[in-house]
């Protein structure tokens, strides 16, 4: 084929979006080779080249080193090709999974920063709040003062599994049966806002909640709950569910702990009136 039916280096380096001077280096280590070189040391690539550049340029991007892609391509046919490609897309989906989980914490991150910023302490609010997927641990009744080492580790693989990042927030969950009696010290999972993939989704009830907001060290949140309590009390409301406790602010936001600011979510039956929703 005559060198003006096909690209010039340059031409092809802008179709293709790779550089001239990698594509020179692509032909010195016999990766990629021009289709034709001219006498004067000119490189000429052909359209269908395209193809077989844009292939390298992925599996480069995938992490693929040129010398596996340079072994592959020596030796390609049909049935290598497509183990290749299959074993590609399995990374790719889990590059996906993991992206996926990364955005759904810097959405809950960015969510609870934005919120807190002007949140009163001082005052509590009830709240509408609607079905939210949650991720659970495995059942536990333990006291927050003595947290069980094997909760928080079981908790880790569950997050690996599910591809969620190092840092993705947790909060727990205080059983209704202890929140009758007044108690808001034992706990019944470890959780984070979550679609899961690997676990069974569990959810977050919709409904009313009477939120409470505080600032409180790690393991430090005993003292909100009898405000809380005497709140209800006051109030005459009933409750229906669940305690779940999240930090909004924590270490990623402030630099001390005693200014870190924990949420709790009580679920409450619907206040008579619909009265002091926030």
């Known amino acids: 084929m005559h060198p003006s039916d096909m690209l010039s280096i340059s031409a092809f380096s ?28 000119y490189r000429y690539y052909s359209r269908s080249q395209l193809d077989t550049i844009g292939v390298i340029h992925i599996f480069k991007e995938l992490g693929m080193s040129l010398e596996e892609i340079q072994e592959h391509l020596g030796q390609r046919s049909p049935g290598s090709t497509l183990k290749l490609l299959r074993k590609q897309e399995e990374i790719l989906q889990l590059q996906i999974a993991k992206l996926a989980q990364a955005k759904q914490m810097i959405i809950r991150r960015a969510e609870d920063i934005e919120h807190s910023l002007n ?17 659970l641990s495995r059942r536990v009744y333990s006291s927050k003062n003595q947290f069980p080492e094997e909760l928080w580790k079981d908790f880790q693989v569950r997050l690996n599994k599910e591809h969620a990042p190092i840092g993705y927030p947790s909060g727990v969950i205080i059983p209704k049966e202890d929140l009758l009696k007044k108690d808001g010290d034992m706990i019944s999972h470890m959780y984070s806002f979550m679609t899961t993939e690997y676990y069974v989704q569990e959810y977050m009830p919709e409904g009313f909640y009477l939120v409470s907001y505080a600032r409180a060290d790690y393991g430090d949140t005993e003292k909100i709950y009898p405000q809380i309590f005497d709140y209800i009390e006051k109030n ?35 206040p008579s009136g619909g009265h002091h929703l926030g």
């Open 14 to 41: 802008k179709l293709s979006d790779i550089t001239r001077k990698t594509l020179i280096y692509y032909d010195r280590i016999g990766l990629f080779k021009p289709a034709f070189v001219a006498d004067n040391g």
């Open 119 to 135: 949140i009163d302490t001082s005052r509590m609010y009830v709240i509408w709040q609607a079905k939210t997927p949650l991720l």
């Open 236 to 270: 005459h409301y009933s409750i229906k569910g669940n305690a779940y406790e999240n930090y909004m602010q924590d270490e990623i936001v402030l630099q001390h702990a005693e200014d870190y600011l924990v949420r709790v979510m009580v679920h409450i039956e619907e």
